[in-house]
């Protein structure tokens, strides 16, 4: 019986164990520069990857980082191609339809990128073409705002490519997270005679409430990690050493 209770033990400190000494896999779209790209090495780097590393190791786990283009990143999650989706992916309500999210870890504006003096209204686009990513929350606002009143409103599966689009005059306006716009485009050679133009925009009920972590329905183990390794970095410093690589602001916001 004794024997008995010892190996069972053993059993259940190794089960503890395998619990925190795992793997994690993040998906990731390597294509939304300064968050994620792919670098020299061909490996992905970028604010999101650092903060997944910095999460895994508040974990105490490894992590694994799993390229997937944006508009694949939720059915690939949920045919368990990786754990959770760490992507800039906004917190919405339509998305926790399909999946569940973490808190925050950051949270920016939208904004309206085209030529240097361009005036923004709900009808200021019309008859004219404005760009976005692929099943993102500024597609779908776009859609509403602009595409409503007669614009028509042109879908990216890669940031980048919208860029070259709008450099070149095949569109009128880039409608993008502010700070991929400003480091992606407006800050290389190719965003001369471009600038922000109108408002920022954060309507909740479009962009929802920052940028979270999603992970499978019902996953609430991966989740509450998750949360507290959030907690954790930005705590003892970890977020603000990520942060201030790539910005020079507060980045997750209010």
């Known amino acids: 019986m004794k024997k008995a209770f010892i190996l069972a033990s053993m ?13 994690v896999r993040f998906g990731i779209d390597g294509n939304y ?13 970028g604010f999101d990857v650092d903060i ?3 999460l895994c190791t508040a974990m105490k786990a490894s992590c694994e980082i799993v390229p997937q283009d944006w508009d694949g990143l939720i059915p690939a999650l949920n045919a ?3 754990d959770a989706i760490l992507s800039s992916m906004s917190i919405t309500d339509e998305r926790k339809k399909a999946v569940d999210f973490t808190n925050k870890y950051y949270n920016t504006p939208s904004r309206m990128i085209a030529k240097a003096g361009t005036t923004v209204s709900q009808a200021s686009f019309k008859g004219k073409k404005v760009g976005v990513l ?22 990216y599966g890669k940031a980048p490519e919208g860029f070259l689009d709008l450099k070149s005059g095949r569109i009128d ?23 922000f133009v109108g408002a920022d925009y954060s309507d909740s009920k479009y962009f929802g409430y920052g940028a979270g972590i999603a992970v499978k329905k019902g996953n609430k183990t ?33």
């Open 11 to 23: 059993a259940l400190s190794s089960i503890a164990f395998t619990a925190h000494a795992d793997t």
């Open 33 to 45: 520069p300064p968050f994620a790209k792919q670098g020299a090495d061909g490996k992905l780097q």
């Open 52 to 54: 997944a590393y910095a």
């Open 80 to 82: 368990n191609k990786f």
């Open 134 to 155: 692929r099943a993102s929350t500024q597609e779908k606002f776009a859609k509403d705002f602009w595409g409503k009143n007669g614009a028509t409103v042109v879908s």
């Open 173 to 195: 306006g880039m409608f993008v997270d502010s700070v991929v716009g400003e480091t992606d485009f407006l800050k290389s050679a190719q965003g001369k005679g471009f600038a």
């Open 222 to 254: 991966l989740q509450d990690r998750l949360n507290q390794a959030i907690a954790q970095i930005r705590k003892d410093g970890s977020y603000k050493k990520v942060q201030d690589k790539y910005f020079n602001f507060n980045v997750y916001g209010n």
